[in-house]
Structures are given as C-alpha cells and as structure tokens.
C-alpha cells in the first residue's frame, strides 16, 4: 500500500501526535514522518519506546486525544511497564495507537535476534489485554479502513490498540539520503579501533551495522573475529555487557564499541559505569546522529555531546575524535591508559551496499569467544 493512503486513514480517526523509535519494516512511514510529515502530524522521535509512551500519555493529558507510538517488535519489551504500570485500563486508562514493524514474523526469514520475538509477538499482546490487527502489502484499502474504524473505537472506549506491520506492506518511495557534516567513515574508524588492539584484548560491539562491521573487519584484519562478542540484538545493553565483563575479568583489555541511537536508549548506563570505576573499560560512541542500521532516521539528539555526558558521569578520562590522524591518536591514549575511558567518534551516515552478515549463529558466536577467552 501507499505510505500515504495509510497516514490518512490515521487522520481519519484523530491522530495528530506521533512518537516513536524507527524501524527498517516501517522505513517508508518514518521517511514520511521526517519529510512530508511535519505539516500533519506532531512528531518526536525519543530515546526509547518506553519514552514514546510516556509522550503519548502527557499529550493525552494535555490534549485530550490518543497519540500514535511506533516501534519495531524488538521494542516491545521496552513499552511493557509503562502501559501496564500506567496506560493500562486498570491504572489510568490513556488510550493510544500502536504501530509495529514485524520483524521474524514466523515462515519469514529474518536475522536470529528476531526469530524468538517474532514469534512471540502476538501472543505478548494478547497477555497485555491490547487488541492487534496485522496488516501486509496484500491487505486492501476496504480491509485497512476497517481496522482502522475498529482501531479508532477502540480508542475511544480508553483503551490501546496495535496494528501490526509485515514486511513489505508499504510501496517503495523515493526519498533523499540521510547526511551529516562528517567525513570519517563508519567502517574505516571500526578497522582503526581493531588494528590497535593486542591478540588479548576484548571486543563488545553494539547491534546493526556495528557488528557487521566489526565481524568484516575482524577478519580481514585478524584472520577471525574470535576476540569479539557481537551484540546482535538488545538495543542499548553493550555497554553493561562491556562492564560485566571487563569488571569479572580485570586481566582483559576491554573495547566497547557502540553507537550513539543505541547508547541513547539505555542512558543510565553511563552513570553506572562511570561511578563504579574499573581500570580495563573503553566505552568507545561512533556517532552518526542517526539510527542508520534501520534506514538513518535522525535520533533527535544531533547537538548532544556524548563525550561531555560521559565526563559529567565520571569517566577518567574522555575524548572526542572526528578525523583519522584524531582518531590514531585518541586510540593510543587509551590503549595505554588504565581506567575507564570513552572515546567518541564523530562519523559520516553511510555503509558498503554489500556488507555482509555473521555467517555462524549467535550461539557459536558466543561459544566461539568463550573458547577465544579459555572460558569452559
């Protein structure tokens, strides 16, 4: 279906205010939301779904008319408490629309990180009392309205409803790229970072194109990727996996290597790390100011500094790098350096259209480390 044709049948029930964390399934909506959207709809794009939540419910408070929250599956888990603890209808009763982008929606094939959600994706719904509807590119304009309409009564009676988003349910759309002002590319700092680590030290990279990256480098670089851990799913948990590790293992040399729209959504870390100090952790933020591993939709944090975050935390020593020469230097710094360091590294919005994929499964990827790490 057109992306358009969609947006007005949720006009046609009421929704002004959209709120929400990007995703690839839902890529032609985003677009639209970021471009054309803006005359329309009130858009914000938040650090995370719980977030998203929390705007939809104050703007129904201040307004009076349910919001619109968009996500993708893998986010689900992060919306569970505020609309138990607060949307609920046993709670406060704040109605408001779901979007979600289906990723390894069962019989389709999809990376091993969204099998287990994919599946479980309508029955989470039915144990949190939400009515669903899915809609795909074979649902029709009748078939759409119709959901909508019930969508738009649900609402009404103060209560949530999702609508459940397959692959390929929205039409191709032209849209310009993404951009920022930077030159340093994503993929060449990432080799960087691995040639100046020694054989012992430890990798922890963040999920998307990050840990493609990461495993591609490691071994055209290394020959394997044995020395990292690639966190292909849990969006925003690298780094307390990264002090996990480094605090149990304080004989390692340990990189985190994150992205800025992942460290974002689970902030709070960098409190925690920064006040329980360990002499063996790099927190390493590649910054592109965009959730670019779903399409490169704006994080809406383009003018935050992370490296000035990090230092208001506690972080001993902080530094900042946007070209190679800086980046060379930075990574000597920390190599040496015993404490714990963030680096963040400000890079330009763009990846190889052949970048592949881990060809092990997560599970030997991890068995594959541990072994790497002499771990039985």
Known sequence: MQVEDFVQELKNIGIKEMFGVPDSTLKQFCDYLNREGSGDFTHMVPPNEGAAVGLAAGSYLAKGRPACVYMQNSGIGNIVNPLTSIANEDVY????????????????????????????????????????????????????????????KTLKSEKQ??????????????????????????EQAIAGIIRSLDPDDVIISTTGKISREVYEQSDIINGNHKQAFLTVGGMGHASMIAYG?????????????????????????????????TDNLVHICINNAAHESVGGMPTGAAGMSYAGIAKAC???????????????????????????????????????????RPKESARQNRINFMEYQEVR
Not at 163 to 186: C, G, H, M, W
């Open 161 to 186: 409803y999702a609508i459940i988003i397959k692959k390929d349910t929205f039409q191709a759309r032209q849209s310009e790229p993404y951009t920022n002002n930077y030159e340093l590319v994503r």
């Open 93 to 152: 009763g704040i109605p408001m629309l779901f979007l979600v982008g289906w990723r390894g929606e069962p019989g389709v094939h999809d990376e091993p990180q969204h099998v287990f959600m994919g599946k479980i994706t309508e029955p989470i719904f039915d144990v949190l009392g939400v009515e669903h509807s899915c809609i795909s590119k074979d649902t029709t304009a009748e078939e759409l309205h119709e959901i909508m309409l019930k969508a738009g």
């Open 314 to 356: 506690g972080y001993d020593l902080v530094l900042t790098a946007s070209t190679e020469k800086e980046l060379e230097e930075a990574l000597a710094k920390v190599h040496g350096f015993n404490g714990t360091a963030y680096l963040e590294i400000f890079v330009s919005m763009q990846s190889r259209a052949d970048l592949g």
């Open 245 to 277: 590790y480094a605090s149990s293992r304080p004989d390692k040399k340990v990189y985190c290597i994150d992205g800025d729209g992942a460290e974002l959504m689970h902030m709070g870390a960098l409190s925690f790390i920064g006040s329980h100090k």
